[in-house]
């Protein structure tokens, strides 16, 4: 819809009619389509961000894991060593 300018005396724009189109003004799907890419813009960071936090997660949760298995091999030597076994620490 192409709007109509009102003019004064000496060209001046004066006003616009209602629901007319300025230049340059985006139409309602160029609207709605950049708000669509936002929202799937917003959604994306935060899946990103819900994957570092679970890396983060699973980073400390393998460095006790690992921690967990060295005092169990270090409880396993000296649980079968014969000292353990003849009475000396």
């Known amino acids: 819809m192409v709007g109509f300018w009102i003019r004064g005396a ?15 003004q985006k139409t309602v799907g160029q609207v709605k389509s950049d ?17 570092k936090k679970s890396d983060q997660a699973l980073g400390k949760l393998k460095k006790t894991t690992d921690r967990i298995k060295w005092y169990q091999k270090a409880a396993d030597k000296k649980r079968y060593s014969d000292d353990f076994y003849k009475g000396k620490k």
């Open 35 to 51: 708000a669509a890419k936002s929202k799937l813009k917003m959604a994306k960071d935060k899946l990103e961000q819900t994957f």
């Open 10 to 24: 000496q060209g001046a724009v004066k006003g616009v009619k209602a629901l007319s189109k300025m230049k340059g």
